[in-house]
Antibody, heavy 120, light 106 residues
Framework: EVQLVQSGAEVKKPGESLRISCKGS????????ISWVRQMPGKGLEWMGR????????NYSPSFQGHVTISADKSISTAYLQWSSLKASDTAMYYC?????????????WGQGTTVTVSS | SYVLTQPPSVSVAPGKTARITCGGN??????VHWYQQKPGQAPVLVIY???DRPSGIPERFSGSNSGNTATLTISRVEAGDEADYYC?????????FGGGTKLTVL
Protein backbone atom coordinates (compact mmCIF):
# COMPACT_ATOMS: atom_id res chain seq x y z
CA GLU A 1 0.00 0.00 0.00
CA VAL A 2 1.29 3.42 -0.95
CA GLN A 3 1.27 5.75 2.02
CA LEU A 4 2.84 8.73 3.68
CA VAL A 5 2.98 8.51 7.46
CA GLN A 6 3.65 11.66 9.42
CA SER A 7 5.05 12.09 12.91
CA GLY A 8 2.76 12.80 15.83
CA ALA A 9 1.28 15.96 17.26
CA GLU A 10 3.62 18.50 18.81
CA VAL A 11 3.13 21.12 21.51
CA LYS A 12 5.91 23.68 21.70
CA LYS A 13 6.71 27.07 23.20
CA PRO A 14 7.50 30.17 21.14
CA GLY A 15 11.17 30.30 20.22
CA GLU A 16 11.66 26.54 20.33
CA SER A 17 12.84 24.52 17.36
CA LEU A 18 10.94 21.66 15.77
CA ARG A 19 11.30 19.06 13.05
CA ILE A 20 8.38 16.96 11.83
CA SER A 21 8.65 14.03 9.47
CA CYS A 22 6.88 12.29 6.61
CA LYS A 23 7.83 8.69 5.75
CA GLY A 24 6.92 7.22 2.40
CA SER A 25 6.34 3.54 1.77
CA UNK A 26 5.02 1.28 -0.97
CA UNK A 27 6.56 3.25 -3.83
CA UNK A 28 9.85 4.58 -5.19
CA UNK A 29 10.46 7.52 -2.86
CA UNK A 30 12.85 9.25 -5.24
CA UNK A 31 10.36 9.27 -8.12
CA UNK A 32 7.99 11.73 -6.46
CA UNK A 33 8.36 15.22 -5.08
CA ILE A 34 7.20 15.79 -1.51
CA SER A 35 5.35 19.02 -0.75
CA TRP A 36 4.42 20.45 2.61
CA VAL A 37 1.03 22.15 2.99
CA ARG A 38 -0.15 24.26 5.92
CA GLN A 39 -3.74 24.53 7.09
CA MET A 40 -4.37 27.00 9.87
CA PRO A 41 -7.42 26.41 12.07
CA GLY A 42 -10.58 26.91 10.04
CA LYS A 43 -8.65 28.07 6.97
CA GLY A 44 -7.66 26.79 3.54
CA LEU A 45 -4.65 24.96 2.16
CA GLU A 46 -1.37 26.83 1.71
CA TRP A 47 1.57 25.34 -0.18
CA MET A 48 4.83 25.88 1.69
CA GLY A 49 7.40 24.27 -0.54
CA ARG A 50 8.63 21.01 -1.99
CA UNK A 51 11.63 18.79 -2.27
CA UNK A 52 12.81 16.36 -4.91
CA UNK A 53 14.20 13.50 -2.81
CA UNK A 54 16.34 12.24 -5.67
CA UNK A 55 18.67 15.24 -5.44
CA UNK A 56 17.26 17.23 -2.48
CA UNK A 57 16.43 20.18 -4.72
CA UNK A 58 13.96 22.43 -2.95
CA ASN A 59 11.85 25.40 -3.73
CA TYR A 60 9.65 27.39 -1.41
CA SER A 61 6.61 29.61 -1.55
CA PRO A 62 7.71 33.22 -1.09
CA SER A 63 5.42 33.30 1.95
CA PHE A 64 7.47 30.64 3.71
CA GLN A 65 10.96 31.18 2.29
CA GLY A 66 13.37 31.74 5.16
CA HIS A 67 10.87 30.67 7.83
CA VAL A 68 11.08 26.89 7.36
CA THR A 69 13.49 24.34 5.97
CA ILE A 70 12.52 21.29 3.95
CA SER A 71 14.90 18.36 3.72
CA ALA A 72 14.87 14.66 2.95
CA ASP A 73 16.82 11.49 3.65
CA LYS A 74 16.23 9.18 0.73
CA SER A 75 18.00 6.31 2.47
CA ILE A 76 15.07 6.07 4.88
CA SER A 77 12.39 7.48 2.52
CA THR A 78 11.64 10.38 4.83
CA ALA A 79 11.07 14.07 4.28
CA TYR A 80 11.23 16.73 6.98
CA LEU A 81 9.87 20.16 7.74
CA GLN A 82 11.69 22.16 10.36
CA TRP A 83 11.57 25.44 12.19
CA SER A 84 14.46 27.04 14.11
CA SER A 85 12.30 29.40 16.14
CA LEU A 86 8.57 28.78 16.35
CA LYS A 87 5.95 31.48 16.67
CA ALA A 88 2.40 31.27 17.91
CA SER A 89 1.28 31.90 14.33
CA ASP A 90 2.86 28.56 13.31
CA THR A 91 0.01 26.78 15.09
CA ALA A 92 -1.60 24.72 12.35
CA MET A 93 -2.07 21.32 10.77
CA TYR A 94 0.76 20.39 8.42
CA TYR A 95 0.37 17.86 5.62
CA CYS A 96 2.91 16.27 3.36
CA UNK A 97 1.85 15.12 -0.09
CA UNK A 98 3.55 13.55 -3.09
CA UNK A 99 3.34 14.28 -6.79
CA UNK A 100 5.20 12.72 -9.71
CA UNK A 101 8.39 14.61 -10.36
CA UNK A 102 8.17 14.41 -14.11
CA UNK A 103 4.44 14.92 -14.60
CA UNK A 104 2.01 17.47 -13.27
CA UNK A 105 -0.65 15.00 -12.16
CA UNK A 106 -1.51 16.62 -8.86
CA UNK A 107 -0.78 15.45 -5.35
CA UNK A 108 -2.23 11.96 -5.26
CA UNK A 109 -1.18 10.71 -1.82
CA TRP A 110 -1.30 12.75 1.38
CA GLY A 111 -0.06 12.12 4.89
CA GLN A 112 -2.53 12.06 7.75
CA GLY A 113 -1.33 15.44 8.99
CA THR A 114 0.68 16.65 11.97
CA THR A 115 -0.84 19.13 14.40
CA VAL A 116 1.61 21.72 15.70
CA THR A 117 0.55 23.88 18.64
CA VAL A 118 2.77 26.76 19.70
CA SER A 119 1.77 28.35 22.97
CA SER A 120 3.46 29.85 25.97
CA SER B 1 1.83 35.57 -7.90
CA TYR B 2 -0.94 33.59 -9.52
CA VAL B 3 -4.35 33.81 -7.86
CA LEU B 4 -7.17 31.24 -7.97
CA THR B 5 -10.64 32.42 -7.00
CA GLN B 6 -13.35 30.09 -5.74
CA PRO B 7 -16.80 30.89 -4.35
CA PRO B 8 -16.79 30.43 -0.56
CA SER B 9 -19.86 28.24 -0.62
CA VAL B 10 -22.16 26.26 -2.90
CA SER B 11 -25.40 24.59 -1.85
CA VAL B 12 -27.21 21.83 -3.67
CA ALA B 13 -30.07 19.42 -3.02
CA PRO B 14 -29.41 15.68 -3.01
CA GLY B 15 -29.61 14.16 -6.47
CA LYS B 16 -28.93 17.46 -8.20
CA THR B 17 -25.76 18.70 -9.88
CA ALA B 18 -23.19 20.88 -8.12
CA ARG B 19 -20.75 23.06 -10.03
CA ILE B 20 -17.77 24.63 -8.29
CA THR B 21 -15.77 27.17 -10.24
CA CYS B 22 -12.14 28.17 -10.04
CA GLY B 23 -11.13 31.39 -11.74
CA GLY B 24 -7.64 32.40 -12.80
CA ASN B 25 -5.96 34.40 -15.53
CA UNK B 26 -5.86 32.15 -18.61
CA UNK B 27 -6.29 29.11 -16.38
CA UNK B 28 -7.24 27.13 -19.48
CA UNK B 29 -3.55 27.00 -20.36
CA UNK B 30 -2.73 25.24 -17.10
CA UNK B 31 -3.43 21.80 -15.64
CA VAL B 32 -5.99 22.05 -12.85
CA HIS B 33 -6.37 19.60 -10.01
CA TRP B 34 -9.21 19.33 -7.50
CA TYR B 35 -9.16 18.07 -3.91
CA GLN B 36 -11.94 17.11 -1.54
CA GLN B 37 -11.43 17.60 2.18
CA LYS B 38 -13.92 16.35 4.73
CA PRO B 39 -13.79 17.61 8.35
CA GLY B 40 -10.87 16.21 10.29
CA GLN B 41 -9.42 14.42 7.26
CA ALA B 42 -6.56 14.98 4.86
CA PRO B 43 -7.36 16.22 1.35
CA VAL B 44 -8.10 13.66 -1.36
CA LEU B 45 -7.37 14.18 -5.06
CA VAL B 46 -10.64 13.83 -6.97
CA ILE B 47 -9.73 15.30 -10.39
CA TYR B 48 -6.30 15.76 -11.97
CA UNK B 49 -5.13 17.15 -15.29
CA UNK B 50 -8.37 19.13 -15.66
CA UNK B 51 -10.71 16.18 -16.10
CA ASP B 52 -9.11 12.85 -15.19
CA ARG B 53 -10.30 10.83 -12.22
CA PRO B 54 -7.96 8.85 -9.98
CA SER B 55 -8.94 5.26 -9.41
CA GLY B 56 -11.64 4.92 -6.80
CA ILE B 57 -13.24 8.30 -7.50
CA PRO B 58 -16.87 7.96 -8.67
CA GLU B 59 -17.76 8.87 -12.24
CA ARG B 60 -20.12 11.46 -10.77
CA PHE B 61 -17.06 13.70 -10.39
CA SER B 62 -15.92 15.45 -13.55
CA GLY B 63 -13.90 18.51 -14.49
CA SER B 64 -13.45 20.99 -17.29
CA ASN B 65 -11.13 23.89 -17.94
CA SER B 66 -11.27 26.65 -20.52
CA GLY B 67 -10.48 30.32 -20.79
CA ASN B 68 -10.36 31.87 -17.33
CA THR B 69 -12.48 29.28 -15.51
CA ALA B 70 -12.10 25.66 -14.43
CA THR B 71 -15.14 23.81 -13.13
CA LEU B 72 -15.61 20.79 -10.91
CA THR B 73 -18.98 19.14 -11.54
CA ILE B 74 -20.54 16.66 -9.15
CA SER B 75 -23.57 14.89 -10.57
CA ARG B 76 -26.28 13.18 -8.52
CA VAL B 77 -24.95 14.75 -5.35
CA GLU B 78 -25.04 12.64 -2.21
CA ALA B 79 -24.89 13.62 1.45
CA GLY B 80 -21.39 12.15 1.61
CA ASP B 81 -20.14 14.71 -0.92
CA GLU B 82 -20.49 17.49 1.64
CA ALA B 83 -16.95 18.78 2.06
CA ASP B 84 -14.53 21.56 1.22
CA TYR B 85 -13.19 21.52 -2.33
CA TYR B 86 -9.95 23.13 -3.48
CA CYS B 87 -8.59 23.75 -6.96
CA UNK B 88 -4.84 23.82 -7.53
CA UNK B 89 -2.36 24.59 -10.31
CA UNK B 90 1.40 24.71 -10.78
CA UNK B 91 2.65 28.19 -11.66
CA UNK B 92 6.11 29.73 -11.64
CA UNK B 93 7.63 26.80 -9.72
CA UNK B 94 4.93 26.91 -7.06
CA UNK B 95 1.81 24.97 -6.28
CA UNK B 96 -1.10 27.38 -5.93
CA PHE B 97 -4.37 26.55 -4.16
CA GLY B 98 -7.68 28.30 -4.46
CA GLY B 99 -9.30 29.54 -1.29
CA GLY B 100 -11.68 26.58 -1.14
CA THR B 101 -15.42 26.10 -1.54
CA LYS B 102 -17.66 24.58 1.10
CA LEU B 103 -20.22 22.33 -0.55
CA THR B 104 -23.40 22.00 1.50
CA VAL B 105 -25.90 19.29 0.67
CA LEU B 106 -29.34 20.59 1.64
Amino acid sequence: EVQLVQSGAEVKKPGESLRISCKGSGYSFTSYWISWVRQMPGKGLEWMGRIDPSDSYTNYSPSFQGHVTISADKSISTAYLQWSSLKASDTAMYYCARRPGDHNYGMDVWGQGTTVTVSS
Amino acid sequence: SYVLTQPPSVSVAPGKTARITCGGNNIGSKSVHWYQQKPGQAPVLVIYYDSDRPSGIPERFSGSNSGNTATLTISRVEAGDEADYYCQVWDSSSEVFGGGTKLTVL
